[in-house]
Every structure is written in structure tokens, then in C-alpha cells.
């Protein structure tokens, strides 16, 4: 019972912090455009959410960076080894990715300009936040690497911190540099980069005063390259598969119109929000499930990944009960737009049913990141998107926008399901 307590207790302290953190970061983005609308015409929020949405998609691919350095790092700490090898290594990683961005900046603005087909005006105001932003790409990528260790050495209070911290200079910056220096959108992004660098300076310091750092030889540092990379290709690969899940939803509810389109993308904030909380138990996992896993210990792993299911389920029954009674009045909180709420209203179903259908996934991931097991993911996250294409393809016809929903939960609903047998038949070997 002690123990239970214990692990209970354990599992709050890495997911609470973890959350608070998850739910900061789009308060910046909320901030950007609040600014914004505030110094000028309408093109000016258009080009943010542009260039937000080039950024976006750039640091998504590179999510592994802070998923594959956790797992590494609470396996390494549970095995009482070194884990600063790790975290130089993921270092590293980050920072040769970040300067081969800088250097290829031209290209990849006009590749994501493409993709986006922003208008002229949007566009060109986006490419001078982009140029300006760019520049802290190694920090940003930096901050992946840097959380992803912290979380796996059982502490997400510092990266809660540090999290806060980056919002709150950048929020100052941007207000000072865009209504007191009189500029528009280069304000922002010069407040964004300076914060973003000054954050990740604070969280190496921070780090360092913590726990130090150490020599290690360069020998050990390359040592272990093979497997980071090994981890980090397969979550790059599932993340292209999400992405293009992701895409693909969004463009099918564009081609439905105007109105069908800020339904569904007033109805995904829903899934969003949930997913702040659930990402809080995920890192929970990676952390305990790591750090078991690398200590040998596998009655507590197992009574870990009991608890972190259990915690799960009682999210999303929490979750349902709030979305099945406040949808509607959510939904008029957030646009005043009477077609969008009385449309919105149609769906209500499918956004109750999000928690219950997704909880798992999120669980899971989190589980197998601390297990370090990235091909069951990778595996998982391919055989959801087959069947959310195939179920889209044949419900989108009949059903319409019920169609692309049923699809959506589907996909969810099968991520969880694939790897519950791949835990199941690991656990059997």
C-alpha cells in the first residue's frame, strides 16, 4: 500500500508540472496575436498565424529530439549509469540540426511558404518573421533536448520553470519592442528569439547548478549514436504519419467550406485541450517506465504502467462527463459566430467520445517511450493512419463531415489498441 502511495505520488510529481507546461505554450500564441491585433491591419494576423504555422511544422518533425533523449535518459538513470552521455549527445543532435536549418533557411521558407499558399501581402510579412526566427532554431531544438533530459531524471518542475519564464520574456519583449519601439511584426519575432535563447541559456544553467556537468570522453558520446538515431528515425517516421493524418483532416474539412472548416477546427481544441493532460501521464511514463525498465525492477514497471492506465481511464471518464455537459457553452465561449456554434452542435457526440477513444494512445505512447520500444510506435501509429485513410475514404462519401469524424476516432481508438497487443505480446517474451 506504501508503495502504492509512493507511485502515486510519484506519477503527480512528473505529470501536474508537465502539464502547467503544456498548457503555457499556446497562451504565447494567444499573446502574438493579441499584440498583433492591436498594432495594425488584418494581414498582420494573418502572417503571424502563417509564420506560427511554418514554425510548427518545422519543429514537429524534430519532436524526437525531447521523446527519444527521455527514454534514453530514465533507462540510463534507473541503471545508475551516466547520463550526461546522453544528454551531450542529444545536444549535439540538436544543434547540427538547428545550424543545417540557418543554413538552409532560403529553401525551407519557400518549400513551407508553398505548402501553406498564404496570399502575397501574409506571406511576405511572414518571411521577414521566419528570417528573424530562424536564428533560434538551435536554441528551440536546444529546449527539446534539454526537457526530454529533465523528464527522464524525473524532474519536469525545471522545465515548468524555464517554460514559464520563455512565455512571460517573450509576452514583455514583444509588448516593448512592437508599442514601444514602434515596430510591427519583426517586434515579435525578435521578442521570440531572444526569449528562446535566453530560455535555453537559463535551463543549461539551471542544469548545471543541479546536477553539473561532467567530462566524458568522446569515445562513450559516439558509443551510443547508433541507438539514439535508430530511436529518433522511428518517431520522425511516426510523426510524418501523424502529420499527414493531421493535414489531410484539415483539407477535407476545407473542401466541406468556410463554415465546416472552423467547426472542425473549433472541435479539434477540444482534443487539444485533452491532450495537455494527457501528455502530463505520457511523460510520467516515459520517466517511471524508463526508469524501471533500465533498473531491471519488473514488478514496479508493471505495477507503473497499471497505474498509468488506471490514472488514464479516470482522465478521460472525467473529460467525457465535461464535454457531454459543457460542449455547447464551450463552443460560445469560443466564437461568436452563431453558424459555427449551431454546426458545431451536430458533432457533440464524436467530442465526447474523444476521450474515451484516445486515452489510451496517449498512455501508451508514453509507456513505450520509456521502454525505448519506438518501432512498436512507429508500427502502431502506420496502422492507424492505413485505417483512418480507409475509413475516410469510404464514410467521407456517405457521411460527410460525420464520415471524417468516425474516421478521426477510429484512428485514435486503433493507436491504443495495436499497442496494447505490442505491450501484451512484449510482456509475454
Known amino acids: 500500500m506504501i508503495r502504492d502511495r509512493r507511485l502515486a505520488r510519484s506519477i503527480a510529481a512528473i505529470a501536474i508540472p508537465a502539464v502547467i507546461t503544456n498548457i503555457t505554450t499556446p497562451i504565447l500564441a494567444l499573446s502574438d496575436v493579441a499584440i498583433l491585433g492591436h498594432a495594425g491591419s488584418a494581414v498582420l494576423l494573418a502572417a503571424i498565424a502563417v509564420g506560427g504555422t511554418m514554425f510548427n511544422l518545422l519543429y514537429w518533425l524534430f519532436g524526437f529530439l525531447r521523446m527519444g533523449t527521455s527514454g534514453l535518459t530514465a533507462q540510463t538513470y534507473g541503471s545508475s549509469g551516466n547520463t550526461r552521455v546522453v544528454l551531450y549527445q542529444a545536444l549535439g543532435l540538436a544543434t547540427g540540426i538547428g545550424l543545417t536549418m540557418i543554413a538552409l533557411q532560403i529553401p525551407l521558407e519557400r518549400l513551407l511558404l508553398s505548402l501553406i499558399e498564404a496570399d502575397a501581402p501574409a506571406a511576405a510579412l511572414a518571411s521577414s518573421y521566419f528570417r528573424i526566427c530562424i536564428w533560434g532554431a538551435p536554441a528551440s531544438l536546444g529546449m527539446s533536448a534539454l526537457t526530454g533530459w529533465c523528464v527522464g531524471m524525473q524532474n519536469s518542475r525545471l522545465p515548468m520553470w524555464t517554460s514559464i519564464f520563455i512565455n512571460l520574456l517573450n509576452i514583455a519583449l514583444s509588448l516593448a519592442l512592437v508599442f514601444g519601439a514602434g515596430m510591427k511584426i519583426e517586434g515579435v519575432a525578435l521578442g521570440t528569439l531572444t526569449a528562446q535563447w535566453a530560455g535555453f541559456l537559463l535551463t543549461l544553467l539551471l542544469i548545471g547548478r543541479c546536477y553539473g556537468f561532467r567530462r ?214
Not at 313 to 337: E, K, N, Q, S
Not at 360 to 382: C, H, Q, V, Y
Not at 408 to 422: A, E, H, K, Q
Request: glycine content about 8%; aromatic content about 14%; proline content about 1%.
Open 216 to 429: 566524458v570522453s568522446a569515445a562513450s558520446c559516439f558509443r551510443g549514436l547508433g541507438r539514439l538515431f535508430s530511436i529518433n528515425t522511428d518517431i520522425l517516421l511516426r510523426t510524418v504519419c501523424l502529420v499527414g493524418v493531421t493535414v489531410w483532416f484539415t483539407r477535407q474539412g476545407a473542401a466541406q467550406g468556410d463554415v465546416m472548416l472552423a467547426t472542425n477546427v473549433l472541435l479539434l481544441q477540444f482534443f487539444t485541450f485533452f491532450s495537455f493532460f494527457m501528455d502530463g501521464l505520457a511523460f510520467a511514463g516515459e520517466a517511471l517506465v524508463g526508469k524501471y525498465y533500465g533498473r531491471s525492477d519488473v514488478r514496479m514497471l508493471r505495477r507503473s504502467v497499471r497505474y498509468l492506465l488506471v490514472a488514464g481511464g479516470g482522465v478521460a471518464l472525467l473529460f467525457t462527463i465535461v464535454y457531454a455537459v459543457g460542449a455547447d457553452m464551450v463552443c460560445r465561449w469560443l466564437t461568436t459566430d452563431e453558424r459555427v456554434v449551431a454546426s458545431a452542435a451536430e458533432y457533440s457526440l464524436w467530442v465526447a467520445s474523444i476521450p474515451v477513444m484516445g486515452f489510451m494512445a496517449f498512455s501508451w505512447d508514453g509507456i513505450f517511450i520509456g521502454l525505448t520500444a519506438t518501432r512498436s510506435m512507429l508500427l502502431s501509429m502506420a496502422v492507424a493512419a492505413a485505417v483512418y485513410f480507409v475509413v475516410c475514404f469510404i464514410a467521407f462519401p456517405m457521411m460527410g463531415n460525420h464520415g471524417l469524424w468516425l474516421a478521426f476516432v477510429t484512428y485514435l481508438l486503433t493507436r491504443g489498441i495495436v499497442l496494447s497487443i505490442c505491450y501484451r505480446r512484449r510482456r509475454i517474451r
